[in-house]
């Protein structure tokens, strides 16, 4: 089994549609969580980070982490054409500088205009 | 402007012909390190530093060297490249032990015949 369980997709959704990204884990040590953004023929760029558990919320994106299910997720609302791309969630222990880092897959996400 | 540079961007070898792709940050970031990228398998760890002179295995190791000698640069090194080392990869950087964000170059496109 893997660290990180993510659906690789694809996902095709409507323009406006809510979009919803998710990922399991199975390592309680995991203090970390993070979504990245990686357009095609380019590296992934941070999008979210959370700390724990709770939600955080940035504009029309919210990342909910609950460490109690070992399950994360993002949302998109108002889903543009320009969010067309693959999200990686990534979580990682406390205090490593993000070498100890561990990806999921990622999904692929086509917003159809 | 913020970034981490990757050279070259694509590269075609054959098998045993040894080859080298640069990174450098210019961020003054203490760890850098280096993924690799493959289809339904996401990023997979190589090699990770943590500062000058000090390099670690990552979960896919076999077949690469890296070294650190400058802070700012952190080459791969394929000394015998094998069809199996075909993939995408990425060099990443962050600012430390208290800082999980990665910064990723945009990537170097490897095939090897």
């Known amino acids: 089994q893997k660290e990180v369980e993510q659906d690789p997709g694809p996902l095709s959704v409507p323009e406006g549609a809510i979009v919803s990204l998710n990922c399991t884990y199975s390592n309680s040590a995991f203090q970390y969580f993070m979504w990245y953004r990686q357009y095609s023929r380019k590296g992934p760029e941070l999008l979210m980070y959370?700390?724990?558990?709770g939600n955080k919320e940035d504009g029309r994106f919210t990342a909910q982490v609950d460490k109690s299910s070992k399950y994360i997720s993002l949302f998109i609302r108002d889903s543009q054409p320009s969010d067309s791309a693959t999200y990686l969630c990534a979580m990682s222990p406390e205090g490593t500088g993000g070498f100890k880092t561990i990806f999921g897959a990622g999904t692929r996400l086509f917003v159809k205009a | 402007e913020a970034q981490v540079t990757q050279n070259p961007r694509y590269l075609i070898t054959v098998t045993g012909k040894k080859l080298t792709v640069t990174c450098s940050q210019n961020?003054?970031?203490?760890?850098m390190s280096w993924y690799r990228q493959d289809p339904g398998l996401g990023l997979r760890q190589i090699y990770y530093?943590?500062?000058?002179?000090?390099?670690d295995k990552g979960d896919v190791p076999e077949g690469y060297k890296v070294s650190r000698k400058e802070k700012r640069n952190f080459p791969l090194i394929l000394e015998s490249p094998s069809p199996n080392q075909t993939s995408l990869y990425f060099c990443?950087?962050?600012?430390?032990?208290?800082?999980?964000?990665?910064?990723f170059g945009s990537g170097t496109q490897l095939s090897v015949l």
């Open positions: 990443a950087s962050s600012g430390g032990q208290s800082n999980e964000k990665l910064f």
């Open positions: 961020m003054n970031h203490e760890y």
């Open positions: 530093s943590m500062n000058v002179e000090v390099t």
């Open positions: 959370t700390y724990s558990s």
